[in-house]
T-cell receptor, first 111, second 113 residues
Framework: GEDVEQSLFLSVREGDSSVINCTYT??????LYWYKQEPGAGLQLLTY?????DMKQDQRLTVLLNKKDKHLSLRIADTQTGDSAIYFC???????????FGDGTTLTVKP | DAGITQSPRHKVTETGTPVTLRCHQT?????MYWYRQDPGHGLRLIHY???????DKGEVSDGYSVSRSKTEDFLLTLESATSSQTSVYFC????????????FGEGSRLTVL
């Protein structure tokens, strides 16, 4: 089945950019997502990208997709302490929501 | 906005007892999911539903059953809880036919002693 991998931890200084990386195995993955989880809460969608796109920008967030390498990244510009959370990469090959998730990257933002 | 209520939010039980977790949505979304979250494993799909009485297994379905008798309710049952089922359980609904994005509940923390 599909396998999604992420590095587990990332630490940055406030004001720096953060880049969280994800790789996946299924080349038919059509829908790719980034979710954020704050302590004690459920996941919330941050942004998504379709497989026919290379890049998507949404305010401080930039998503890059390299289909050839099956690599997805999330860049957060001007990272703030409120961005500290766990970030999950997820992929799906249908719009029915049956997504496969990575293990999550814990982002720590230091003042 | 979609709303999901999970109950109970916290439960401690003993090995061998049955446990039912409930997920209630306030809208009529077709697809509903149960995931479990464990350290080092991310989120793993247990079961999902694509309509009333229509359910299917996910990657970690052993030891779990589900039922969906109404659009708004999706129940997850552990017939005989084991310590390996200690976890945080999340219900989710698919809220967009365009993107397939998921909207999650707040989670139910289950401890099996």
């Amino acid at each position: 089945g599909e396998d999604v991998e992420q590095s587990l931890f990332l630490s940055v200084r406030e004001g720096d950019s953060s880049v969280i990386n994800c790789t996946y195995t299924d080349s038919s993955s059509t829908y790719l997502y980034w979710y954020k989880q704050e302590p004690g809460a459920g996941l919330q969608l941050l942004t998504y990208i379709f497989s026919n796109m290379d890049m998507k920008q949404d305010q401080r967030l930039t998503v890059l997709l390299n289909k050839k390498d099956k690599h997805l990244s999330l860049r957060i510009a001007d990272t703030q302490t409120g961005d500290s959370a766990i970030y999950f990469c997820a992929v799906a090959n249908t719009n029915a929501g049956k997504s496969t998730f990575g293990d999550g990257t814990t982002l720590t933002v230091k003042p | 906005d979609a709303g999901i209520t999970q109950s109970p939010r916290h439960k401690v039980t003993e090995t061998g007892t049955p446990v039912t977790l409930r997920c209630h949505q306030t809208e009529n979304h077709r697809y509903m999911y149960w995931y479990r979250q464990d350290p080092g494993h991310g989120l793993r799909l247990i079961h999902y539903s694509y309509g009333v009485k229509d359910t299917d297994k996910g990657e970690v379905s052993d030891g779990y059953s589900v039922s969906r008798s109404k659009t708004e309710d999706f129940l997850l049952t552990l017939e005989s809880a084991t310590s390996s089922q200690t976890s945080v359980y999340f219900c989710a609904i698919s809220v967009s036919n365009l993107t397939g994005e998921l909207f999650f509940g707040e989670g139910s923390r289950l401890t099996v002693l």
